[in-house]
Nanobody, 124 residues
Framework: QVQLVESGGGLVQAGGSLRLSCAAS????????LAWFRQDPGKERQFVGA????????YYADSVKGRFTISRDNAKKTVYLQMNSLKPEDTAVYYC?????????????????WGQGTQVTVSS
């Protein structure tokens, strides 16, 4: 059974940093994409970025490019989302999502497995 567990959310001032973690289990990492999405109340989930485990290649939404970085720890089977220069508009619930394929997709429908989400609040 594939399981994703996020941690690391919290409250931070604008301009600050946070690092989110997504611990994964039950999946074949060599053929998986792990992504981060975020969601405001009443809005659709928005793609933030993704990492293809097989080669470590990452891809980001324009809104976070240059500020957010996705990395991995093979031994811990964990993906991280390092968020720097945070803005109030980054406030959302952040979700880790998994896709059993090597193709990175930016739509939430392409990801069958989701974590429980973690709240990130950026104050101005």
């Amino acid at each position: 059974q594939v399981q994703l567990v996020e941690s690391g959310g919290g409250l931070v001032q604008a301009g600050g940093s946070l690092r989110l973690s997504c611990a994964a289990s039950g999946l074949t990492f060599s053929t998986y994409v792990l992504a981060w999405f975020r969601q405001d109340p009443g809005k659709e989930r928005q793609f933030v970025g993704a990492l293809r485990w097989s080669d470590g290649r990452s891809y980001y939404a324009d809104s976070v490019k240059g500020r957010f970085t996705i990395s991995r720890d093979n031994a811990k089977k964990t993906v991280y989302l390092q968020m720097n220069s945070l803005k109030p508009e980054d406030t959302a619930v952040y979700y880790c999502a998994g896709r059993p394929d090597i193709l990175i997709l930016t739509t939430s429908r392409g990801y069958p497995t989701w974590g429980q989400g973690t709240q990130v609040t950026v104050s101005s």
